[in-house]
């Protein structure tokens, strides 16, 4: 693989109220409560330990299942970086189509708009090219109201990005391939930072699951994101 620069435990309430932003949609709390189902188990405390272990690490949040739904994956870190693109797909997919219907219009959203537009889409490229002929092919999305309102878009982002983070967090002790723990980590920076930005702006907590995150299991990430019926079929 080609090396380039490239919702958790919900301590204080902020994901839910922004997921309950999106007023007649029930795609999105689907998505939050299955992060908060994945994540509730994992403490600040076991996060330390996870640092410490690998091991406990991959104990704690499982490998990625060869199948979920239509949806297949291959061993190790190939299967990896399979559901890491699978995700970085739906992101992509879901600014893309923000951003073409044009319903953004405070100043800071749009310059988060713009900057995740960009990012996300290279996150796919990047692992696009790195698989190769394993790469997937991208689903099909329907986002409901969730691209229809500036409302519901920075609610639904805010969840979107705050589960890719502990998506990714979640794999971390599963990377054997030093190269690719270092490609991966260099993604997961940038979708943090992501986070941060989109929880200023909706006036949450930077950082919602406190001083250290938590990791989610890629069964329980696939599991929301099929609660939302984001990917119609799953």
Same mark, same amino acid.
């Given at each position: 693989?080609?090396?380039?620069?490239?919702?958790?435990?919900?301590?204080?309430?902020?994901?839910? &109220?922004?997921a309950d932003?999106?007023?007649?949609?029930?795609?999105?709390?689907?998505?939050?409560?299955?992060?908060?189902?994945?994540?509730?188990?994992?403490?600040?405390?076991?996060?330390?330990?996870?640092?410490?272990?690998? /091991?406990?690490?991959?104990?704690?949040?499982?490998?990625?299942?060869?199948?979920?739904g239509?949806?297949k994956?291959?061993?190790?870190?190939?299967?990896?970086?399979?559901?890491? %693109?699978?995700? &970085?797909?739906?992101?992509?997919?879901?600014?893309n189509?923000?951003?073409k219907?044009?319903?953004?219009?405070?100043?800071?959203?749009?310059?988060?708009?713009?900057?995740?537009?960009?990012? &996300?889409?290279?996150?796919?490229?990047?692992?696009?090219?790195? %698989?190769?002929? /394993?790469?997937?092919?991208?689903?099909?999305?329907d986002?409901?109201?969730?691209?229809?309102?500036?409302?519901?878009f920075?609610?639904t982002?805010?969840?979107?990005?705050?589960?890719?983070?502990?998506?990714?967090?979640?794999?971390?002790?599963?990377?054997?391939? @030093?190269?690719? %723990?270092?490609?991966?980590?260099?993604?997961?920076?940038? &979708?943090?930072?992501?986070?941060?930005?989109?929880g200023?702006i909706?006036?949450? @907590?930077?950082? @919602?699951?406190?001083?250290?995150?938590?990791?989610?299991?890629?069964?329980?990430?696939?599991?929301?994101?099929?609660?939302?019926?984001f990917? @119609?079929? %799953?």
């Open positions: 693989m080609a090396h380039i620069n490239l919702e958790a435990v919900d301590t204080d309430g902020a994901v839910r &109220e922004a932003a999106v007023a007649g949609d029930t795609r999105l709390s689907f998505l939050r409560k299955g992060a908060l189902a994945g994540g509730a188990a994992v403490s600040g405390g076991a996060i330390l330990g996870a640092l410490i272990s690998p /091991a406990l690490s991959s104990a704690a949040t499982g490998g990625v299942p060869r199948t979920f239509p949806l994956f291959a061993a190790g870190d190939v299967g990896i970086l399979q559901f890491a %693109l699978t995700l &970085e797909y739906l992101e992509a997919a879901f600014y189509e923000a951003a219907n044009g319903i953004v219009k405070d100043a800071h959203t749009k310059a988060f708009l713009k900057t995740v537009v960009r990012d &996300e889409n290279a996150h796919v490229a990047f692992l696009k090219k790195g %698989l190769g002929s /394993a790469a997937p092919k991208a689903p099909k999305f986002f409901g109201k969730a691209t229809q309102s500036e409302a519901a920075t609610a982002a805010f969840v979107l990005e705050n589960t890719g983070v502990h998506a990714y967090l979640g794999q971390a002790g599963n990377i054997k391939t @030093p190269k690719y %723990l270092l490609d991966a980590a260099t993604i997961v920076t940038i &979708e943090a930072r992501h986070a941060g930005a989109i200023l909706l006036g949450k @907590p930077i950082a @919602p699951s406190g001083s250290f995150d938590t990791p989610l299991s890629a069964v329980a990430v696939l599991t929301a994101v099929k609660g939302t019926k990917v @119609p079929g %799953l």
